[in-house]
């Protein structure tokens, strides 16, 4: 499953969804993870409103997006592309929730990690 991350540095979840610019997205699997790609935001958006409808749209492909904050408008915006979320409580470490994503997968997935994983 694609996995997206708000992230500045590239290394850790430091960002907000409203204030990341770029998003870096993983495939996740049992087996591994691996960097796929860093989805840029496109820039020109009039209002609010257009700045996290961009951002919901540049993560339509994934299945999950990690974020270290996230209000209830973006995430509804999210879930309507189908993009579930996960909020970290502090800045946390890309590679330690990539690894807690494969141990989860390795064993019985809780039914929302399901469903995102098969859609």
């Known amino acids: 499953m694609k996995v997206a991350f708000t992230t500045a540095t590239g290394v850790k979840i430091d960002e907000s969804f409203r204030s990341a ?29 257009e700045r996290i ?25 999210l879930v309507a592309r189908k993009v579930q979320s996960l909020r970290m409580s502090k800045e946390t470490q890309i590679e330690e929730v990539l690894g807690r994503l494969q141990r ?14 098969f859609q």
Do not use: H, Q
Request: proline share 9%.
């Open 104 to 117: 989860v997968l390795k064993g019985n997935p809780p039914p929302w990690i399901k469903r995102v994983m």
């Open 21 to 49: 610019r770029d998003f870096s997205v993983w495939d996740v699997s049992p087996e591994g993870a691996f960097y796929v790609t860093t989805v840029r935001v496109p820039a020109g958006a009039r209002d609010e409103e």
């Open 53 to 77: 409808t961009a951002r919901a749209d540049a993560l339509a492909g994934c299945s999950l997006l990690c974020t270290y904050a996230l209000n209830g408008p973006s995430n509804a915006k």
